[in-house]
Structures are given as structure tokens and as C-alpha cells.
């Protein structure tokens, strides 16, 4: 990871709770990338097992876009051109992450789905990821300031 930008593989590790579900069959997760591509196949999952109805549909469509844009948006991170730009790119990780929370929280209460256990799960994991990339940005937004 790039150490300048303020992500560190460490930073993870304290926080991550080995899970029993696939794909994280009992191993931690260490590298942010895989956690995330991880996250998304599992939103994929949930949207795929989730009533068809009008409500249903829609949820589905709008946390599928916002459940695996994360770890697309990681990508453009990674790739960017100065620290600015990479605070940039992980508040929008972190707003698409939010408002994933708030999706699985909705198919959660109305019932939209009959994998509620699942949707806990990916709650706490999506939890843990937005404490992740707060610190991210924290630590960038410091290391901008000592870098003045």
C-alpha cells in the first residue's frame, strides 16, 4: 500500500473479525482491495436473492451501484495524482459506502429480502469499511498538513 497517501494493510488489521460466510471462509482480511471486490460480490448476492417486487427491484438496482462502486472507486484512488486528489476519490468511497449502509438497512426493516442474516453481516461489514476509510482520510488530511 502507498504509505505517503495513508493507507496501511496495519491499520486494517486490528479492526477485521474473521467471517463465516463466502467469500471470507474463516481467513482474515488484510488487503483492502480484496475486502472490497469481497463486499461487492457479496451486495451482488443479496440484490440477486431479493423479492421481486416494485421495492425490491428498485433497492436492488440502487445498492448493487452503490455496493460495488467502492472498489472501483479504491482503484481510481490508488491511481491518484497528487493527495488532494486522492482525499477526493475515498469521500466518494465512503459516500457510496453510506449509502450502501443505508440500503441494506432499508431491505433490513421493510423485508426485501429472506437472507436478513446475510444483510446483518454485510452491515457490520460495511461498517468496519467506513471506519477504514475515515481513518484513511483522517491520516491523508495530517500528513497534508505536516507535509505545509
Known sequence: MNIEQGILNTEVSNKIKTMNTEPFQDKRKFDLEDRLIDFALLIIKISESMYKTPAGRHISGQIVRSGTSPALLYGEAQSAESRNDFIHKVKILLKELRETFIG??????????????????????????????????????KNLDHQK
Not at 109 to 129: G, Q
Open 104 to 141: 441494506l438497512k432499508i431491505i433490513k426493516r421493510a423485508p426485501l429480502t429472506n437472507s436478513i442474516e446475510t444483510v446483518d453481516r454485510r452491515l457490520v461489514e460495511c461498517n468496519e469499511l467506513i471506519s477504514i476509510f475515515n481513518k484513511s482520510v483522517e491520516t491523508a488530511k
